[in-house]
């Protein structure tokens, strides 16, 4: 009996130790998940069971206002827990217990800046704290979501041990103000930080972020953390469900962070990694699984570094941790790196297997690095360099996976200042594509509100949203959104345009071509048109500078770009564009009216551009539905822009950058292509290629080009085959909430393409629009234009003949094509007249458009050029190439 008592003794002391390893790993009854607003709870889109949070509130719940949100973003990965949300119009407090006091508390907020009945959203400004610790200060989501175009935001925190039994999150709204949350997570976490990181640069350098260390390690034991990125270098999106130890964690991308051209390689596992000295709650074997190298070329590694960076807030410290895992190597000496973080040494010999002394084994490093405001400096660089120096055999170095966490200061803070509109003009925005941790999918811009705050307290999700532009060291980057207002001609990186010979202003010289081709402003006349840019008519932001609604002439409106006047850089673009949009003039490209440069003045003048970008009338929250047919004429007017740059100039312009976000639409409706920031142009075009830095926006980005880097304008046709894609779907290029194989819109709408199961993602607000001729029409010229190769990408033309045809199918349902009696050719419509023309004709008409008229011919290729079979091939065979 006695036995039988102890036997059962140890079940039950196994059983407990189990239930209290599952509620370690955030699994047990010690993680709590909230849908904040609702009554009953409701199950996310990962089949986790969410609960109501009324009952976790002690001193506001009858005060507290339940409510739902007007409209769905598409954006949202899910209805729980953003659709419902609570409301606070005074001081409210909700009160977790712990399972552990003496154990960090892994903590999220969730925000859906959206309508709610009764509230304006933009009004809402409110802090957050936590066990004594301020999380956010004067924080205004909308404003954040605007500025970063994010459908939502996520805040992650991994709380410092409190020594109490419960945990209060206090919600205090500003003056006549009110605060809200949508979701809550409370999680009991395994040791996640087990020991004290090595310090970086020697010291803290500031007396407020002291944490006393004695030695070469930082205590961050008493530290609370907010999670700024959490990146899966070399692999792909790994999401919250296949997180390890549920922890619900996601890990993005680091494409978007890589510096300049150096990417280097991204391999991937053959060989079984196994957890042995590394508990399994660290990262998932998806991040071991994965890695970027420098590559197989030691001449080339000699001369770079492998390079990340990283948009933070100074004056804080940041702990950075390394995940490594090498399955190539299994000896000593055989890849030697140094690790710099802003350029101090953090690891001065790294040897992946000589610390592991087993090939295929994770393991992690971290490291604490201060960030000095004084020094104007906010960005955290990252940096591998390879030893040639140590007997190393190979010359590479190696990462599979980043972590960078802000470190509360010695004010138990961890909420910054909300940055200002001028702090954003320097951040580049990954293209809309670039992966957003914790913020959600871009979120399209509102005209009335550009700019403003991107929450210092909120750099979480800031941070982790922005690629940026370099203001002091020349850095190249991938993409070109910015916060911009929607109708904006956006500016990346442009080549340079060298000098020319012309009339100068100022620092910048125009050709002679170039300013008898445009407007030249006074500035007098500039600041008249802006009321001397009054703040109120801003109504956009971008990497070269504000954007401002005018009038010119006394009635004529204009969007007017002035440049940062304390920036150095915008020269090249500033040149470029002028020197790019001067000489062309169709009815689908966006016009330069003029420009000036006066006093260290840099402005550009565009048309006003009404009616903001094709995208946000796709899916950004837009309450107008597009029908099915002016979508198709959308892209059929960005088709005649593109196939007038590629055609009808006197060089082929490569655009580089085709997206949603660079087809603008005027008051009419009429499609323009913007952006002429990443443009090639020049005679070596005509050679069928040009080498060049691959550029461009993730998700639209053709991988041919990607791989060769060589630029041909069949890069341009695989992007806007992702636009037509984006138009029939209504989703973005990429997601990265949602599951691996559907987060790139290409592989994904192929995908189903090919198995035939298209119509399951045609957006369903026009599924009924469309007729079955068309829809097969369309995908198939959509299709075409994503081939992997770019000989197997029918021109511009063709696709453009081929999006008139499917306009002409939707426009006759019943099938009845009309038909030449004499010639047999299938007749196509011409949009814009309505009148139904044959193909003889329709060459004729798009021959016309080519043409820039007697004034700028200089532009103009000969009709020798323009060779009618090469174009209009498709006039043959009308189902494309």
Same mark, same amino acid.
């Given at each position: 009996m006695q036995t039988k008592i102890h036997v059962l003794g140890l079940v039950l002391a196994c059983t407990c130790l189990l239930f209290r390893s599952l509620d370690a790993q955030g699994k047990g009854p010690n993680a709590l998940v909230l849908d904040c607003g609702s009554s009953d709870g409701g199950t996310d889109a990962d089949g986790r069971k969410w609960e109501a949070d009324a009952k976790y509130l002690v001193n506001n719940n009858d005060k507290s206002i339940a409510t739902k949100a007007d409209n769905q973003d598409p954006s949202l990965p899910s209805d729980v827990p953003y659709m419902t949300a609570r409301i606070f119009t005074s001081e409210a407090i909700y009160q977790f217990p712990v399972a552990n006091a003496t154990d960090r508390v892994l903590l999220r907020l969730h925000f859906y800046p959206a309508s709610y009945p009764n509230f304006n959203i933009s009004d809402s400004y409110f802090s957050v704290s936590a066990g004594g610790i301020q999380l956010l200060s004067n924080f205004s989501a909308f404003i954040t979501a605007e500025a970063l175009s994010q459908g939502y935001l996520i805040r992650e925190y991994f709380l410092a041990p409190s020594n109490l039994p419960t945990l209060n999150v206090t919600f205090k709204p500003s003056d006549k103000s009110f605060a809200f949350v949508n979701g809550i997570e409370v999680i009991s976490p395994p040791q996640v930080f087990d020991k004290d990181p090595t310090l970086v640069g020697g010291g803290l350098q500031d007396d407020s972020t002291d944490f006393g260390s004695t030695d070469n390690t930082v205590p961050i034991s008493t530290?609370?953390?907010?999670?700024?990125?959490?990146i899966n270098v070399g692999g792909q999106f790994v999401s919250a469900k296949n997180d390890s130890a549920g922890l619900m964690r996601s890990w993005y991308d680091d494409t978007p962070y890589v510096y300049g051209g150096g990417l280097g390689v991204a391999l991937e596992a053959n060989v079984t990694i196994e957890y042995k000295n590394l508990p399994p709650y660290i990262a998932p074997l998806d991040v071991y699984g994965t890695a970027r190298s420098m590559g197989p070329d030691p001449n080339v590694n000699k001369g770079f570094n492998l390079t990340w960076v990283f948009q933070v807030e100074s004056n804080f410290s940041y702990l950075v941790r390394f995940h490594w895992c090498d399955w190539e190597f299994d000896k000593v000496n055989q890849r030697i790196f140094t690790v710099l973080l802003n350029n101090k040494t953090a690891e001065e010999e790294a040897d992946i297997f000589g610390w592991t002394k087993e090939k295929a084994t994770p393991m992690?490093?971290?490291?604490?690095?201060?960030?000095?405001?004084?020094?104007?400096n906010d960005e955290l660089w990252v940096a591998l360099h390879p030893l040639t120096s140590t007997g190393s055999e190979y010359i590479d170095a190696l990462l599979n996976g980043l972590e960078i966490f802000k470190l509360s200061d010695a004010?138990?803070?961890?909420?910054?200042?909300?940055?200002?509109?001028s702090d954003l003009m320097r951040k580049q925005i990954e293209s809309d594509q670039a992966p957003r941790p914790f913020a959600g999918p871009?979120?399209?811009?509102?005209?009335?509100?550009?700019?403003g705050a991107a929450g210092g307290a909120?750099?979480?999700?800031?941070?982790?949203?922005?690629?940026?532009?370099?203001?002091?060291?020349?850095?190249?980057?991938?993409?070109?959104?910015?916060?911009?207002?929607?109708?904006?001609?956006?500016?990346?990186?442009?080549?340079?345009?060298?000098?020319?010979?012309?009339?100068s202003h100022g620092s910048t010289t125009i050709s002679s071509d170039a300013a008898c081709n445009c407007r030249y402003f006074s500035l007098a006349e500039i600041k008249q048109a802006t009321k001397n840019f009054d703040e109120s008519n801003v109504i956009g932001v971008g990497g070269f500078g504000k954007v401002y609604k005018g009038?010119?002439?006394?009635?004529?409106?204009?969007?007017?770009?002035?440049?940062?006047?304390?920036?150095?850089?915008?020269?090249?673009?500033?040149?470029?564009?002028?020197?790019m949009l001067s000489k062309l003039r169709?009815?689908?490209?966006?016009?330069?009216?003029?420009?000036?440069?006066?006093?260290?003045?840099m402005v550009l003048v565009y048309d006003y551009m009404g009616l903001g970008t094709m995208r946000e009338h796709l899916y950004k929250g837009s309450k107008t539905v597009v029908s099915w047919k002016q979508r198709l004429e959308i892209c059929i007017g960005a088709a005649r822009g593109l196939h007038y740059l590629h055609t009808g100039a006197k060089y082929t312009i490569i655009h580089r950058d085709v997206k949603t976000t660079n087809i603008l639409l005027d008051d009419k409706w009429v499609a323009k292509v913007s952006d002429f920031g990443l443009s090639k142009t020049g005679p070596n075009m005509n050679q069928g290629h040009v080498s060049t830095v691959v550029k461009g926006s993730f998700g639209y980005l053709d991988p041919e080009y990607f791989r060769r880097q060589q630029l041909t304008e069949k890069s341009d046709v695989y992007s806007f085959g992702v636009v037509l894609f984006e138009a029939l779907c209504a989703r973005p290029a990429l997601n990265p909430s949602l599951p691996k194989e559907q987060v790139s819109l290409a592989d994904w709408a192929m995908h189903c393409h090919r198995k035939g199961t298209l119509e399951d993602i045609v957006d369903p607000q026009i599924k009924g629009e469309i007729s079955a001729e068309c829809l097969k029409k369309f995908a198939e010229t959509a299709g075409k234009c994503l081939a992997d190769h770019g000989v197997d990408r029918p021109s511009m033309g063709d696709v453009l003949w081929n999006l008139e045809y499917a306009l002409q =199918?939707?426009?006759?349902? +019943?099938?009845?094509? *009309? &038909? #030449?009696?004499?010639?047999?050719?299938?007749?196509?419509?011409?949009?814009?007249?309505?009148?139904?023309?044959?193909?003889?004709?329709?060459?004729?008409?798009?021959?016309?458009?080519?043409? =820039?008229?007697?004034?700028? +011919?200089?532009?103009? *290729? &000969? #009709?020798?050029?323009?060779?009618?079979?090469?174009?209009?091939?498709?006039?043959?065979?009308?189902?494309?190439?």
């Open positions: 530290s609370s953390m907010q999670t700024m990125f959490r992690k490093r971290d490291y604490v690095i201060y960030v000095d405001g004084k020094q104007g004010k138990s803070n961890l909420a910054g200042p909300n940055p200002t509109v871009k979120k399209s811009y509102s005209t009335a509100l550009i700019g909120a750099a979480f999700g800031v941070a982790a949203a922005i690629v940026f532009l370099a203001h002091s060291r020349k850095k190249r980057f991938v993409g070109t959104d910015v916060g911009v207002t929607s109708w904006l001609p956006i500016y990346g990186n442009s080549h340079s345009s060298g000098s020319k010979s012309g009339r009038v010119i002439d006394n009635d004529t409106k204009v969007a007017i770009k002035r440049s940062n006047p304390s920036s150095e850089q915008g020269v090249n673009e500033f040149q470029t564009e002028i020197e169709h009815r689908h490209l966006v016009s330069l009216i003029g420009f000036c440069e006066e006093n260290n003045e =199918l939707q426009e006759n349902p +019943d099938g009845c094509i *009309k &038909s #030449s009696t004499t010639s047999g050719t299938i007749q196509s419509l011409d949009s814009e007249s309505n009148q139904v023309i044959d193909h003889n004709d329709f060459l004729a008409m798009h021959r016309s458009t080519l043409s =820039l008229g007697s004034d700028v +011919d200089m532009t103009e *290729k &000969s #009709s020798d050029d323009n060779n009618a079979d090469d174009i209009f091939s498709q006039i043959v065979n009308p189902k494309g190439r």
